[in-house]
């Protein structure tokens, strides 16, 4: 079997996009100013990149699964006028204990589950184990570990609040720290260069 290529799967809310508590109306959505070029230095870099994140607010019925579609679409539109690619967009709309079937489920793509960075090996071709994850959340790199990616945590969003206030706890340390989503690719695609083939 042929080796995949290696894939950034950035997190939304808190690294792409202002955190900002649930986005129950596309009115709440606001990309950060770097978030088309970070996907575009991953783009250059030979990356794919793809869009994993959790949208429990569904489930809750804080929203509908519409409205997700329709922020990223807005998304992958901003993205793609500052001439960047994004690869796949993966999200998960369910919630173990809360809503309605089909939302209420354990499901499998619930962050830091596995189920949406096995799409991105399945459906795009990405060779995990030299991929990343880049989130603001320790839910973040856990998903990173639980594939055998690597985890980049961001300060933006929770990233600085839980680097503070959690990382003592944390069985492991991120594999990279970054300002930013941004700074986060620059130095990933710096790493590249100085690892051993
Ligand atoms: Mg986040
Ligand atoms: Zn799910």
Same mark, same amino acid.
Request: aromatic content about 8%; charged content about 25%.
């Given at each position: 079997?042929?080796?995949?290529?290696?894939? #950034?799967?950035?997190?939304?809310?808190?690294?792409?996009?202002?955190?900002?508590?649930?986005?129950?109306?596309?009115?709440?959505?606001?990309? /950060?100013?770097?978030?088309?070029?970070?996907?575009?230095?991953?783009?250059?870099?030979?990356?794919?990149?793809?869009?994993?994140?959790?949208?429990?607010?569904?489930?809750?019925?804080?929203?509908?699964?519409?409205?997700?579609?329709?922020?990223?679409?807005?998304?992958?539109?901003?993205?793609?006028?500052?001439?960047?690619?994004?690869?796949? #967009? /993966?999200?998960?709309?369910?919630?173990?204990?809360?809503?309605?079937?089909?939302?209420?489920?354990?499901?499998?793509?619930?962050?830091?589950?596995?189920?949406?960075?096995?799409?991105?090996?399945?459906?795009?071709?990405?060779?995990?184990?030299?991929?990343?994850?880049?989130?603001?959340?320790?839910?973040?790199?856990?998903?990173?570990?639980?594939?055998?990616?690597?985890?980049?945590?961001?300060?933006?969003?929770?990233?600085?609040?839980?680097?503070?206030?959690?990382?003592?706890?944390?069985?492991?340390?991120?594999?990279?720290?970054?300002?930013?989503?941004?700074?986060?690719?620059?130095? #990933?695609?710096?790493?590249?260069?100085?690892?051993?083939?």
């Amino acid at each position: 079997m042929s080796r995949g290529r290696p894939a #950034i799967l950035f997190d939304r809310d808190g690294t792409l996009a202002h955190e900002v508590g649930y986005v129950n109306h596309v009115s709440r959505f606001a990309l /950060y100013p770097y978030a088309a070029e970070a996907v575009r230095a991953a783009n250059r870099a030979g990356f794919l990149a793809a869009v994993v994140t959790n949208q429990a607010g569904v489930a809750r019925g804080y929203f509908p699964e519409s409205l997700v579609q329709e922020v990223h679409a807005r998304m992958r539109g901003a993205i793609e006028e500052a001439g960047a690619r994004v690869d796949a #967009i /993966y999200y998960c709309p369910h919630h173990p204990a809360t809503g309605a079937p089909p939302y209420r489920q354990d499901c499998d793509c619930r962050k830091p589950r596995p189920g949406m960075a096995r799409r991105a090996e399945a459906e795009l071709g990405a060779d995990l184990s030299c991929s990343w994850v880049v989130g603001d959340r320790f839910s973040d790199l856990e998903l990173a570990w639980a594939v055998g990616a690597r985890g980049a945590l961001v300060k933006t969003g929770y990233g600085l609040g839980e680097l503070t206030y959690g990382s003592a706890s944390w069985r492991r340390q991120p594999d990279l720290v970054a300002a930013h989503a941004l700074e986060a690719v620059q130095e #990933i695609v710096a790493r590249i260069g100085r690892e051993p083939a």
